[in-house]
Structure formats: C-alpha cells, structure tokens
C-alpha cells in the first residue's frame, strides 16, 4: 500500500494555472503508475491524466488534452498535474491515484488521496 497526499488545489480565475501535487509515502513510488482524476458535484469521478511507473507513457482525457502535464520525480516520491489555461468546467475535486500499472478506470485503482478542491471562476 502507499499513502497519498494532495495539495495545491485552490479558487483560481477562468484562465489562470494550477498546479497540483501528490506526495506518497510507504511503498516507494516508482512501482506505481499514478493518474489524477476529478469528480464534479452530481458527476462520476473521471480520469483526468495517468503516467506510468517510468514516466515514459502519458494519458490524458480529451477534455484536458493541450492544457494539462501530467508529470512525476521519482526521487521526490510525486506526482505533479499542471494546470494551464483552466476554464470553468474543470471546477472539481482533483483526486491522486495509484496502481501498479496505468488504466483508465476507477476501479483499476486501489490507492487514492483524500483530494483537492479545484474551483475556476469566471
């Protein structure tokens, strides 16, 4: 098992960047795939952004394509989801996920933080 812990959530401007972080502890991170996925008020929580154990592979929902990188340091046991030009609807709770291998799923998950509120005004 790992521990996750996300930060850098927060009330931003339509427009605006965010940066958000995800530190694990326990089991060493560079076992896991890791994947952030957000859940909006009366939405199913959705895959936002996954990269594997090593880095090399990325996935992003089409929704977030061009806009958000998602990222890790190994060394630094984080993951990181940078947020760029964010627009109203990526308002959200941003969720930090790991498994031992990357899927798109919920259910392919069985480590998750607490989660971070993202909110984007207009």
């Known amino acids: 098992q790992v521990q996750l812990v996300e930060s850098g959530g927060g009330l931003v401007l339509a427009g605006d960047s965010l940066r958000l972080s995800c530190a694990a502890s326990?089991?060493?991170?560079?076992?896991?795939?890791m994947a952030w996925f957000r859940q909006a008020p009366g939405k199913a929580r959705a895959i936002v952004a996954g990269?594997?154990?090593?880095?090399?592979?990325?996935y992003y929902g089409d929704s977030v394509k061009g806009r958000f990188t998602i990222s890790r340091d190994n060394a630094k046991n984080t993951a990181y989801l940078q947020m760029n030009s964010l627009k109203v609807e990526d308002t959200a709770i941003y969720s930090c996920?790991?498994?031992?291998?990357?899927?798109?799923?919920?259910?392919?998950?069985?480590?998750w933080g607490q989660g971070t509120q993202v909110t984007v005004s207009s």
């Open positions: 996920a790991a498994s031992y291998a990357l899927g798109v799923d919920v259910a392919h998950y069985n480590n």
């Open positions: 326990g089991r060493t991170l560079p076992t896991y795939a």
């Open positions: 990269i594997t154990a090593s880095g090399l592979h990325t």
